[in-house]
């Protein structure tokens, strides 16, 4: 049995221990808006929030989650109280998404980052943001994650 | 109903009131056949308009991020004088009326139509032929805007605006010259009384819309020409937006699948009831050449996947590598060639050359490696069929999977979904995914979901092909380019993608033909992708071969091409060619038309310790005609420059085995957001024919890329990829 919160919620799931959170995400409780893009953490498009880390869930099972508060991107402006973040405003401002499908995990590591260093230095958004975008908006993400950095 | 042998237009009135209007052409298509002579009127576009006044713009193609969504309504907007606050903006359903002009009964009762009594007859005989469902809704060639936009979309706003006026002049008992139109209202000035679209359109709906509408010129227009920020960009921040791997219909199972890793071979045998028993596991189901195991949540089926012994046949494919491929392609071209173009006299041009130059490249398969992995749900129930996938072409899958499940096609609904990226891999000729997901489906009565892994994807793709291009050229003695010989292998399209834009006197283009059992797609821009490689590296060399300037030695033969040198001009001035570069800096140009429109990139570049290449600025002119949405038009050239770099500095599909060898984003790289360039992005508006733009940036950058680091290192790139090189710094003194 997992445990877990997701998006406030309590969770309660018979699934085997080594099931990746991300398919408990997508397949058991039907939250699609974390995408499945490699399997194996070299894209990022699986990022969620694991007690406010930035996790990638296709290689991290639930049993390492047991008990821990859970954030999808469905949940992360619900959990500011306010319609859309600053980070999804930017995203929206900056025209950022083209296909889309990455943005999710994007605006989610992202997100942490900002968290964490409300003022990154270029290296350090080069550093930390390593999510595959296959659109190419990486000149829109920087641009976006500038503007929200300078207004912090 | 007017109709002449182009194009006709079609007004109707909506139940409860409103105005609905289609457009209709034979329109032009690089997918039409040869054998289509009946010229049936092909339906491109609905708008309708409410009695609440809002507009509704539903637009065939799909949106996989370029902006289709957006710029198509924003052209029928502007015609029609609409408010775009008030315009809503639908995905087309995927039905024969937007195929081949034959209204469908089913499709119009469920828009709350009522049919005009002559259109009755075609409606019950509605019928539907593979080739034109192939050709209708397909996105793909750059083709949205330039074809359906500038002509089904402005067309269809213009004739309704005309049919409001004509509703208001009888309303107001005026005449329609004294009556002027914007933000959705019909004006007239010298009363001050103002009537609403939304109040006119069920007495517009009486008027017969012209086939011959008047359109705007460019200086009338009050949207295109404007960013307009994108209709789809909010359910992709929130996590909303419904990709095909997001269908969840009820009592949905998954399946994952394991395909033959040799394309082409059979399966040999497998032990399904080892996994029997399995939790979650429902079935094992064979196909000829692939294996599925489907169970109630993907991770349990690709777990119980793994754990099957699959055996595949062999063949003789098993024994084809990248190497192997290459010395065919090698051999072909000693052989027997087809012609692509001949002009003047190449082989005598050549014989009388004061200095010949010779070259020969190559570029590797490449995937196209979409961030959603291809996925089809496909649901069997009452003798009816629902499909779920995110495709470039709605009508094409729909065809498919009627095709497969042997269904008549009005049998089938393709719900419609976002592509987690098209890039050509969504194209219905290009993905065996849906048939497998339909044959899956077929052994339930339930929704399943074929999902392939990331491996399956980057194994099992339609690979861009790989191109091997032999060059040979001829100076005369003052130093002019008189002979341009160039033969490749497989023509593709498009046609002209190995074309060079250069006024040379004597070409000799031609082709051999060196089919391999690896499968192959359009990807990003098509030939050019590899041709532009080709072309514009093949020039440079030719530049410094001959001691003159590689910017200088392009605009000199460009003469007879005032578009491509204004945009190659363009490109330079805004790079400061050549001016103030950083030490160990050194820029690269390139040049290249494609889908109407013409770009030149200049790249800045450096060596890293390591001694690769560290891409620092692209700057990238455009010339599309005109801008639609102007901000789509510098995302999309900042999309197609780094898909094309990503492709020049990691893109490599290797063959061994007969299989392909990468699996994964780890040995199939992408570039990531460190190794983002800036990128600035100028635009020529020459008001030229509206050219596309999903496309026509990516074909450049690798020449750009290539031509500086020769600048760097005097090393000349002709095998791509770059991250294969270690580059020494080792500058080459230019020509001014």
Known sequence: MARFRVNGTDQQLDIEDDMPLLWALRDELGLTGTKFGCGIAACGACTVHVNGTPVRSCVTPVSAVEGAEITTIEGLAVNAAEALTPVQQAWIDHQVPQCGYCQSGMIMAVSSLLASNPNPSDDEIDNSISNVCRCGTYPRVKAAIKSLATTA | MKMNRRRFLLGTTVVGGGLLIGYASTRPSKHRLANDANQEPYLTTWLRIDPDNTV????????????????????????????????????????????????????????????????????????????????????????????????????????????????????????????????????HEASGRSLSYGELATDAAQFEPSSEPTLKTPEQFTIMGKSIPRVDIPAKVDGSAQ?????????????????????????????SEAVS????????????????????????????????????????????????????????????????????????????????????????????????????????????????????????????????????????????????????????NTTDTIVQATKIAQHFDVPVKTLWSREDDMQQDYYRPAVTSQFRAGFDAQNNLIAWQNYYIGKNEPAEAAHTPYDIPNQSIAYADSPTHIRFGAWRSVAHSQHTFFMESFVDELAHQSGQNPYQFRLSMLASKPRHAAVLRAAAEKALWNQNLPEGHAQGIALQESFGSIVAQVAEVSIDRTGQVQVHRVTCAVDCGRSVNPDTVISQAESGIIFGLTAAIYGEITIKDGKVEQSNFTDYEMIRLKDSPQIDVVTVESGAAVGGLGEPATPPIAAAVANALYILTGQRVRELPLKNYRFNPAPVEQSA
């Open chain 2, 243 to 271: 990709y095909g791997i997001d269908a969840q219909p009820q009592g949905l199972l998954y399946a994952a699948i394991k395909i033959s890793p040799v394309f082409g071979n059979k399966l040999l045998s497998v032990n």
């Open chain 2, 277 to 428: 028993g399995r939790r979650g596991v429902v079935k094992v189901v064979e196909l000829e050449d692939a294996v599925a195991v489907v169970a109630d949540n993907y991770w349990r089926a690709k777990q119980a996947l793994a754990a099957l012994d699959i055996q595949f046949e062999t063949s003789e494919s098993d024994s084809v590598s990248t190497e192997s491929i290459f010395a065919q392609y090698d051999e072909a071209l000693k052989g027997e060639v087809n012609e692509d173009v001949e002009l003047g006299d190449t082989p005598a041009a050549l014989s009388s050359a004061a200095k010949v130059f010779e070259a020969s490249y190559r570029v590797p398969y490449l995937a196209h490696a979409a961030m959603e992995p291809m996925n089809c749900t496909v649901h069997f129930h009452d003798g009816k069929c629902d499909v779920w996938t995110g495709t470039q072409d709605n009508l094409g899958i729909r065809g498919q999977v009627a095709s497969v499940a042997e269904m008549d096609e009005n049998d089938v609904t393709l719900h419609s979904c976002y592509l987690g990226g098209g890039f050509g891999r969504r194209l219905p």
């Open chain 2, 56 to 187: 509704t713009v539903i637009v065939p193609h799909s949106e996989m991020g370029q902006g289709v969504h957006t710029a198509l309504p924003m052209m029928a907007a502007d015609e029609m004088d609409a408010d775009w606050s008030k315009v809503k903006v639908e995905q087309a359903p995927a039905t024969d009326l937007f195929a081949n002009g034959v209204l469908v009964k089913g499709f119009i009762e469920s828009m709350g139509v009522s049919i005009p009594g002559f259109l009755q007859g075609i409606a019950s005989s509605a019928t539907m032929k593979v080739a034109e469902i192939m050709n209708m809704q397909i996105t793909g060639g750059s083709s949205s805007v330039r074809f359906t936009g500038e002509v089904g979309m402005r067309s269809a706003g213009a004739a309704a605006k005309e049919m409001l006026v004509k509703a208001a002049a009888a309303r107001l008992g005026v005449a329609e010259n004294e009556l002027s139109t914007s933000l959705s209202y019909v004006h």
